[in-house]
Structures are given as C-alpha cells and as structure tokens.
C-alpha cells in the first residue's frame, strides 16, 4: 500500500537555526506533493504543493522543499526559524487529481525563543 | 479561515451512541472529504463524496456512513461509538475532482467516554 514517511516526530530548534524535515512516499507513479502546517488548536494549512515542473517549490512563510524523484523524497526547508513556526507538519500525497490525501505522522516543531 | 465550517467543535458522548458531525465546505467546492485524526492513526482519510456521489473510500468503519446533500453540505454519522473512536474528525473540501487542493475545516473533537 501506499504510504508516507515523516523521519523525525518531534523537533526542536532554538530561533534562526535552519530546518530541514524529511518525507518520503512509496509510490512509483506520478505523485502530487504537499505540505501542510497545524498550529496548536487550528486546523490544517497549506504551505506548499508540488504537482509538476521546477522540483523547488516556494510556500508561504519563508518555507520551501525540494522534490526529488529519485529518491522519492518531498523534504520541506526553512533557513531560519521563528518562534511562531511551533506547530505540527505534515507531508502528504495524492495519487490522482482530486484524490485523497495520505499523510504521513507529522512531525512536531518547537522552536525556542 | 479555510471557509470550511463545521459543527460541532465539541462532542462528548458515551460509548453506543450515535453521533452527526457536520460539515459546509467553501462555497462553489463540490468534493467533501472526511479525515480522521488520531494519536494512534495519525490522519487518514475515511471518505470522499463529489457533486452528491460517493467518490471514494478509504478506512472508513461499517459503523460509519457519510452524505453529502444537494446544498452540498456534508454529514459524518458515527454509530455504536466505541472509546477508540474519540478522535479529531477533520472534513476538506476542494473545487472539483480536478483539482487537488484541498482546504480544510477546524475539525470536531469527539470524545467518548
């Protein structure tokens, strides 16, 4: 079955140290990659989606990640984090257009002031 | 704010009972999708319904059923509810089946007690 790896759960950095979390899928077809963000209590945001073309990808807020085919991986970047990038991330796929998401476990941040 | 609502927030019960969740999606959004979102589970996608029609399922229990009606608002019914069902119920909606983004509601937090 299809499924989505998040390598770490919980990560924890102190403000304008860079972040890299790592995803990846299993699933040798054609892919549509996502990111999305869940701050404390709030409900799930978009911050970046790769569907085709340039494999980096620019979100919201400063993020960006890097599809690499080969590797199967979707890892999400930031060179510097803040204190309000606490929250939960996670990376997910779909198979098809307008198909479910599969999501991986999340990872969660803490970024200390 | 996603423009996805749903009621309630909160939703205490006891074990075998029947719950309704709701959901609206953004106005003009066609699918609806229900998440579920457990410490366990993680995320997984339980259904999708499009135009009114069931599009898709994924590990959605028996005890579980869904409808999306003409106005396009959506219902996640819960029978028989069991304690490993408290959970974070997330509902999605998106444009079409053509589109792969999918915008998310605050999400109801059932607990069964």
């Known amino acids: 079955a299809q499924s989505v790896s998040q390598h770490n759960h919980h990560v924890i950095l102190s403000e304008a140290a860079s972040l890299e979390l790592g995803c990846n899928y299993s699933y040798g077809g054609t892919v549509n990659l996502f990111w999305y963000v869940q701050y404390p209590g709030q409900h799930l945001q978009l911050l970046l989606k790769y569907f085709s073309g340039d494999p980096l990808v620019k979100g919201i807020k400063g993020f960006e990640a890097e599809f690499i085919k080969s590797k199967f991986s979707f890892n999400l970047r930031k060179p510097s984090v803040q204190w309000s990038d606490t929250a939960e991330y996670f990376c997910?796929?779909?198979?098809?257009?307008?198909?479910?998401?599969?999501f991986g476990q999340g990872t969660e941040l803490s970024v200390k002031p | 704010d996603s423009g996805v609502t749903q009621t309630p927030k909160h939703l205490i019960t006891a074990t075998g009972q029947r719950v309704t969740l709701r959901c609206s999606p953004r106005?003009?959004?066609?699918?609806v999708y229900w998440y579920q979102q457990s410490l366990d589970q993680g995320l997984q996608f339980l259904i999708q319904y499009y135009n009114g029609e069931e599009r898709a399922k994924g590990n959605i229990l028996e005890r579980f059923s869904a409808q999306q009606f003409p106005d396009l608002h959506s219902e996640l019914n819960l029978s028989s509810l069991e304690l490993g069902d408290s959970a974070l119920y997330f509902c999605?909606?998106?444009?079409?089946?053509?589109?792969?983004?999918?915008?998310f509601g605050p999400g109801t937090r059932l607990t069964v007690l």
């Open positions: 106005s003009g959004d066609l699918s």
């Open positions: 999605a909606s998106s444009p079409s089946n053509l589109v792969n983004e999918q915008f």
């Open positions: 997910a796929v779909t198979l098809s257009v307008g198909g479910k998401l599969i």
